[in-house]
């Protein structure tokens, strides 16, 4: 006999997974990527420890930056000249001022900032979540970075360069001080979160970290998991289906699995299907929590669902899929995952 959930379990499920979004990143279009140097590693981690990025040229002070537009040629040509002047005729007075305008004019919050650290071994991958502000620098204090004028951002992710996409190594390049990198926002999407909403398409990125062959038979074996997740949104009422999702595959060095539908749904459940699958249930251990994710909402249909459309050499080739392709659970997917449990266990406890 076939589990009929009623209407207000209907609700309830569609509500739980729009909510899950609620808890991850969500980046507009309309932003753009830029690489900031830190003097070859030299203020690298004070940017990241403090969350900041700064350029130099003191001198110049911000107030008499904001007076400017940066399409009065007039004022950029008279600007080029104090530059040349207050630092005795620099070999590039033009270079210096376009910088100084891109720092304190172009980034804006919500922008991503790329900091590679020394030797651009490591990298930092942040959001600027304020504007541009003049500090004084004071020699007496813990401070290295003697650049005054600063724009505060949030750290989002550090990681090694060579875990970067093989194409968006070619952003490194670049040695200007502050340069655009528009051209590689999806790698560093991609590099910087796994689960996250840019404009109206959700993402889901499963990072492949193997050196070996990939069977194809992995591959279907994924599939098997999407067409389960597609009956389980069809008997639910729920809209999603495999067809409205592109996946893109990029297999060079470890390479990853890159999932787009401007249905959240469905990839909301494709996340928590591969969740159950690697957890072998929906018990986790997180930090020093304990958590039993299927004691509640959707986790609970789903992982019923789940356990009663799979049978175990199912359940064991997906697994071994998985586990050939070692893909984790997407880290930002179970992070929202967590944070809605709680909000769910509160709310039960003022019940």
Known sequence: MEYAPDVWTFFLMKNDIERINDYIINISNDIHYW??????????????EKEFIAIGYNEIKLDELNRINPDDHVAIYQLRNRIADIYQDPKRPGHIVSQLIRFCKHIHIGDVIVLPGPSSYE?????????????KYLEDTNSECPFEKRIPIKVIRTTPRLTLSPKAQFMFNS????????DYATYIDNSMMDYYEKGDETHVVLKIDTDEEVSASSFFDFYSLMSITENFCKEN?????ARETAMKVQMESKGLLHFISSNKHYLALLALGILFINGGGLKIHYGDLDIDLSTQGIFKSYSEYL????????????KNSLDSLQIKTPKDFLKASIELYKVQSSKRKEY
């Open 123 to 135: 990298v930092s991958l942040c959001r600027v979540k304020g504007e541009v502000y003049e500090g």
């Open 307 to 318: 356990d009663r459309k799979m049978d175990r050499e199912m359940k064991e080739s997906i």
């Open 237 to 241: 009422n729920i809209t999603g289906t």
């Open 175 to 182: 040695r200007h001080p502050i340069s655009n990198i528009d």
């Open 35 to 48: 690489m900031v140097r830190t003097m070859g590693g030299e203020y690298y981690h004070e940017f990241v």
